[in-house]
Nanobody, 121 residues
Framework: QVQLVESGGGLVQPGGSLKLSCVASGSISSINAMGWYRRVPGKQRELVATISPYGTANYADSVKGRFTISRDNAKNTVYLQMNSLKPEDTAVYIC???????????????WGRGTQVTVSS
């Protein structure tokens, strides 16, 4: 069906930057919204940012002004540029895509496995 694979996570010092990427592949007809969640053990999953096929973006208050979401529709790829990173940004970042796969009438959410981002000195 559809697979989402994230990359770009790692260890970075406070104030640093990272750029995450997520590629969707498989029997894709079209993709609606794409976005990023993050998960911290013991806490509820948090929606970080979403982007429509036309580029309209929305952000969690905690990342506004520091993170930028973008996408390349031709490559079925969504990006998350993270600047001015803080220790509280440490989490597993998981991408998702609302996909019409080939032959489907409805769209379905697909999820990646996540990439670890650790912000620490």
């Amino acid at each position: 069906q559809v697979q989402l694979v994230e990359s770009g996570g790692g260890l970075v010092q406070p104030g640093g930057s990272l750029k995450l990427s997520c590629v969707a592949s498989g029997s894709i007809s079209s993709i609606n919204a794409m976005g990023w969640y993050r998960r911290v053990p013991g806490k509820q999953r948090e929606l970080v940012a979403t982007i429509s096929p036309y580029g309209t973006a929305n952000y969690a208050d905690s990342v506004k002004g520091r993170f930028t979401i973008s996408r390349d529709n031709a490559k079925n790829t969504v990006y998350l540029q993270m600047n001015s990173l803080k220790p509280e940004d440490t989490a597993v970042y998981i991408c998702y895509a609302d996909v019409f796969y080939s032959g489907s009438y409805y769209s379905y959410d697909f999820w990646g496995r996540g990439t670890q981002v650790t912000v620490s000195s």
